[in-house]
């Protein structure tokens, strides 16, 4: 099946900065668009931000102009550069993709999850 891993996420304070990657695999795995979307404690998930095999971004409203979505596609990584973070940014972070693998049709395939919590 199509595996995507994050990491990166962990405790920072206001103002402060992470980076998220998610390293995607699996056997003839072909991707296409790939994104970040997180859920806080009793919100609604959000689509934080996401990138085209092209190369075309897209962002929230409520990270623009701080947060950075590339990919590397030689690596099958897609990374989240989170700069001026803020309280109201915490969640759990999950990396998804378009994608598919030998034998299986294409669709969408989550990561398990990262926590970020941005402190005061």
């Known amino acids: 099946q199509v595996q995507l891993v994050e990491s990166g996420g962990g405790l920072v304070q206001t103002g402060g900065s992470l980076t998220l990657s998610c390293a995607a695999s699996?056997?003839?795995?072909?991707?296409?668009?790939m994104g970040w979307s997180r859920q806080a404690p009793g919100k609604q998930r959000e689509l934080v931000a996401s990138i085209s095999s092209g190369g075309s971004t897209n962002y929230a409203d409520s990270v623009k102009g701080r947060f950075t979505i590339s990919r590397d596609n030689a690596k099958k990584t897609v990374y989240l550069q989170m700069n001026g973070l803020k309280p109201e940014d915490t969640a759990v972070y999950y990396c998804?993709?378009?994608?598919?693998?030998?034998?299986?049709?294409?669709?969408?395939?989550w990561g398990q999850g990262t926590q970020v919590t941005v402190s005061s």
């Open positions: 699996g056997s003839g795995l072909l991707i296409n668009a």
């Open positions: 998804h993709a378009d994608a598919r693998i030998s034998f299986r049709p294409r669709g969408d395939y």
